[in-house]
T-cell receptor, first 112, second 110 residues
Framework: DGGITQSPKYLFRKEGQNVTLSCEQNLNHDAMYWYRQDPGQGLRLIYYSQIVNDFQKGDIAEGYSVSREKKESFPLTVTSAQKNPTAFYLC???????????FGAGSRLTVL | AQRVTQPEKLLSVFKGAPVELKCNYSYSGSPELFWYVQYSRQRLQLLLRHISRESIKGFTADLNKGETSFHLKKPFAQEEDSAMYYCALSGSGNTGKLIFGQGTTLQVKP
């Protein structure tokens, strides 16, 4: 069953803690993306990677970090430096050169 | 600056009524425009893209470069069309970087 798997689905974090969201895909897509979804603001790009061992900042990268050590995996770390981390996070992937994204089910992070 | 604007947060219509979800964009080059849809408890998924010029689930969208718009239309709304709709833009370079609008919730009442 091909697709994108995000985990955990729900995550609670105390202020000051870093947390890592997992994103795994078995679609053999080269490109992967992290978006943040907030009510009334749509989706905003955090980071994207078009190839293994390379990634670029999106529009709201401050307070976040990523790695791309494997083609299948693109984890996102929400650091304590992120001022307003409570949000719904969406991971996506695509074939390089294509602008059609396949999305995961999302991870909802709540900071207590 | 690249920007996508969806002026309506919520659009509520009765079943069988025509639907038009508005999308305006700002981009200096030749953009590629998309509509993505998120049904309740489902993943965000592509509905249609302007270069395909196809009708999906009865929806169509025409790119109007003069008005910088890409409105989504359906002549007769169905209850199963109720969902969140996002307009998105991709600039030059096929990087896969999409700029999304704020989203419009379509509510089709019986």
């Amino acid at each position: 069953d091909g697709g994108i798997t995000q985990s955990p689905k729900y995550l609670f974090r105390k202020e000051g803690q870093n947390v890592t969201l997992s994103c795994e895909q078995n679609l053999n897509h080269d490109a992967m993306y992290w978006y943040r979804q907030d009510p009334g603001q749509g989706l905003r790009l955090i980071y994207y990677s078009q190839i293994v061992n390379d990634f670029q900042k999106g529009d709201i990268a401050e307070g976040y970090s990523v790695s791309r050590e494997k083609k299948e995996s693109f984890p996102l770390t929400v650091t304590s430096a992120q001022k307003n981390p409570t949000a719904f996070y969406l991971c996506a992937s695509s074939i390089t050169g294509a602008n059609v994204l396949t999305f995961g089910a999302g991870s909802r992070l709540t900071v207590l | 600056a690249q920007r996508v604007t969806q002026p309506e947060k919520l659009l509520s219509v009765f079943k069988g009524a025509p639907v038009e979800l508005k999308c305006n964009y700002s981009y200096s080059g030749s953009p590629e425009l998309f509509w993505y849809v998120q049904y309740s408890r489902q993943r965000l998924q592509l509905l249609l893209r302007h270069i395909s010029r196809e009708s999906i689930k009865g929806f169509t969208a025409d790119l109007n470069k003069g008005e910088t718009s890409f409105h989504l239309k359906k002549p007769f709304a169905q209850e199963e069309d109720s969902a969140m709709y996002y307009c998105a833009l991709s600039g030059s370079g096929n990087t896969g970087k999409l700029i999304f609008g704020q989203g419009t919730t379509l509510q089709v009442k019986p």
